[in-house]
């Protein structure tokens, strides 16, 4: 089955800097990678999303990219803020309704 | 974005009582809907897979007659934990995703977190 891997655990950066979250899969199938947040007690919601049909994908200060031949794909932030502090969970799956392999998560803390 | 809805929040019971949770697409027919559980500081891991009308696919390691799943319409599906132990004590989320919506996408609800003492 697939297995994805998500790196760093955590990462702590100052109000302003950039983030990057990277995770690898297993399944050369794997055509869907969703990015969730989770604050702290809550629901798990979709960022953003990318398919296997492109490279990169932006939405304001968000931003996805896909490397299909090394398996790898990596969440961007810039200009972070304290509210985007939370846990960040990669996943990925094949497209047809199968199910999300979820990464470990990563908690990502924005200092003032 | 398409909204579900996940009762209760929180529920605090004695070893050996069993414990229902629901999962309602409010908004949208969920052909598939997903049960997870969550340690704390930990990932979601997937316990069962339920489809419309049809028996729940349990991922390998979960008990099937310990956690047992419904999902008799297209909007509701629910979670029953039987007999539950300390051990089962934890946060279960699920999902749905279905008809009308962008494929793939699962939606989530706002999570039950379960102590048994």
């Known amino acids: 089955g697939e297995n994805v891997e998500q790196h760093p655990s955590t990462l702590s950066v100052q109000e302003g800097d950039s983030a990057v979250i990277k995770c690898t899969y297993s399944?050369?199938?794997?055509?869907?990678f969703p990015w969730y947040k989770q604050e702290l007690g809550k629901r798990p919601q979709l960022i953003i999303d990318?398919?296997?049909?492109?490279g990169e994908k932006k939405d304001q200060r968000i931003a996805v990219t896909l490397n299909k031949t090394a398996k790898h794909f990596s969440l961007h932030i810039t200009e972070t803020q304290p509210e985007d502090s939370a846990v960040y969970f990669c996943?990925?799956?094949?497209?047809?309704?199968?199910?999300?392999?979820f990464g470990k998560g990563t908690m990502l803390l924005v200092s003032p | 974005g398409a909204v579900v809805s996940q009762h209760p929040s929180r529920v605090i019971c004695k070893s050996g009582t069993s414990v229902k949770i629901e999962c309602r697409s409010l908004?949208?027919?969920?052909?598939?809907m997903f049960w997870y559980r969550q340690f704390p500081k930990q990932s979601l891991m997937l316990m069962a897979t339920?489809?419309?009308?049809?028996?729940?696919?349990?991922e390998q390691g979960v008990e099937k007659d310990k956690f047992l799943i419904n999902h008799a319409s297209l909007t509701l599906s629910t979670l029953t934990v039987t007999s539950a132990h300390p051990e089962d004590s934890s946060f279960y989320i699920c999902?749905?995703?279905?008809?009308?919506?962008?494929?793939?996408?699962?939606?989530f609800g706002a999570g039950t977190r379960l102590s048994v003492l």
């Open positions: 999902s749905a995703r279905g008809l009308g919506q962008p494929e793939d996408i699962q939606y």
């Open positions: 399944d050369s199938a794997s055509n869907y």
């Open positions: 990318i398919r296997s049909n492109v």
């Open positions: 996943a990925a799956s094949i497209s047809g309704y199968s199910t999300l392999t």
């Open positions: 908004d949208f027919q969920a052909t598939t």
């Open positions: 339920s489809n419309e009308g049809s028996k729940a696919t349990y």
